[in-house]
Each structure stands twice: as structure tokens, then as C-alpha cells.
């Protein structure tokens, strides 16, 4: 059986976190070796409840290490001192350094703390699965990814931010399905800045619940410089990486392009809200973390309480 690691990061939400994790135990708990948790500072509470005693017990068939970034990433662009993407100009590159040492007295993040680079720098294993910390799985999701990696595949997962991209919005419209089919909406794809929004990267294979080929990731940021947890060039996690994988000749798919079978294996968010809308205040008081909700999802699923 093919053995994979599974990475996510966590900031302030260990309930949603673990009932992440138990969901994917109930459902593809064989496939895991190694669990990697990345806390961006949230602070000691947190991290200490992932180091209980029973929390140990009911994942014992992992291995679970967790580590805290030297310094918060959050949402933006991390400098790696010797990694400077093609597309990051000389000079835009010592603008950006000016500014970060007026704001952060901070010239360059520590490798690892970038988003899921821990995990993919300590793994040994040939593919990785990222998640979020707020899915609930229902079927065995990562042997159906095992199922269509292969050594020229970078990535599977869900295709496109379509929510925000035009090319969805036009007649007949863009999608996954079309995109997978070989359909591209303009020749500049995968860059969507053809559209009146200007979005310039909306297509990608989300971060949320994908898995990556290791060697393909690490080639990238030997060639290219560039990380795949990285905010590159005006896009998401991801975004300029995948631009960059389809360069380099490697594939991608999307197993589930459509809600009707994504949902048969997951639901991303299913407390009704993005994961990290809740710490930006988005839309006000509608996007707020409930613990409770989370704690009453697990007692009812599972019958026990971690928290």
C-alpha cells in the first residue's frame, strides 16, 4: 500500500483542527504515516492541547509532530533569503525589503515557516496531502488521489477559484470539466487577466484538500524559485506554482470537478464559512469561529470529545 504524509497548518482553531483529522482517520486513516502541524503563533494553548494524552491515544497509529513558525506568515508573501522568482524584479525585490524593514524589521522568513514547507521538506515520502483545517470527509479521498498520481502528475485536486474568475461568467462558461478536457478559455491560461476583473491568477488546484508530487515540488523551487505555499505574483497559495509546473512539462488533474462528487468525499468549509475569514472580520459578524458547533459535530460523529 502506498503510504502518504499528511500536512495542514493551524492557527487558533485546534477544535476544527482535530475534527479535521478525525474525519480523514475514519476514512483514510491506512493510507497515513506522518502528520505535520505548523502553528503560525497562535500561542501556547493551542499547542499544548494537540500534546494531550489522549489526543496522542486516538491518533496513535500516526506519527504527529508539530512545530511553531519562528515568526507569523499569515496571509502574505514570505521572502526566502536566495529565492527570487523570475518574475520579482531587482528592483521591485529591494522595494519590497525597503518596506518590510520599516514594517516587520524582518529581512527574510525562515524557510519552514512558509506554508506547508515544513512537511515537504521533512517528508519521505513520494506524495503529500495538504488539507485545511475545517473539512469533513466522508470517503476514503486519498486513495482516490493515489489512484491518478503519477510521476508526471505535480498535483490533484480541485481546479480553479472560479468563484472570482470571469471566464465562469461567460457564454458558455469555463469550468473544471472543460479545463480537464483540454478546453482553455484564452490562450494566455492558466493567467486569467484577459477578464474585465483583472484577477490575474484564478486558476490554480486548491490548497484546501490536494496532494503533491515531492520531487515535482522540489524541482520547482530549484528551478523556479518559488514555493508552492508562497503568495506569488497577485495570486493565492499556489496560483504562480501552478503556472509554473504546466512550463515545466508536468500534468495535473482534477478527480472531482464538480460539487455532486466532490461532496460524495468532502465538504470545504462546512461551518459555513472560509477558514480564514473569521480572523480578517469579513462580512462582519457572520464569519465567526464556533468551537461549540465543532465540539457538537464530533461528540455526535464520533461519540467521544477531544477537547
Known sequence: MNMVDVALQSY????????????????SGKHIDTVYIDDDCSGDDTVKLYKKDKIKDYFKEW???????????????????????????????LNHKFLDFFRKEKLFHVVD????????NSTDKKFLFLIHDDIEFYDDIIELYLSFMKDICAIAGDL???WRCDFSKITPPCSPQKIMEGIIPVKSWPLTIEGPSGHKRDCRINE??????????????????????NYDDEGDVGAYWFEQIIKHGYTFTDPL??????????????QGHSGHSVWVEQEGEKNVYKPQLVIKRMKERFGVVLV
Open 12 to 27: 487558533k482553531k485546534p477544535e476544527s483542527l482535530l475534527y479535521t483529522l478525525m474525519c480523514l482517520k475514519e476514512v
Open 63 to 93: 506519527k504527529i509532530k508539530i512545530r511553531i513558525n519562528s515568526s507569523p506568515v499569515r496571509w502574505y508573501r514570505s521572502y526566502i533569503n536566495g529565492y527570487r522568482p523570475s518574475y520579482l524584479s531587482l528592483k521591485k525585490f
Open 113 to 120: 515557516d512558509i506554508r506547508y514547507q515544513w512537511a515537504i
Open 160 to 162: 480553479g477559484q472560479c
Open 208 to 229: 484546501w484538500c490536494c496532494m503533491i508530487n515531492i520531487k515535482a515540488a522540489k524541482y520547482i523551487e530549484e528551478k523556479e524559485r518559488c514555493f508552492f505555499g
Open 257 to 270: 470537478p464538480s460539487f455532486e462528487e466532490r461532496w460524495k468525499y468532502y465538504r470545504h468549509p462546512w
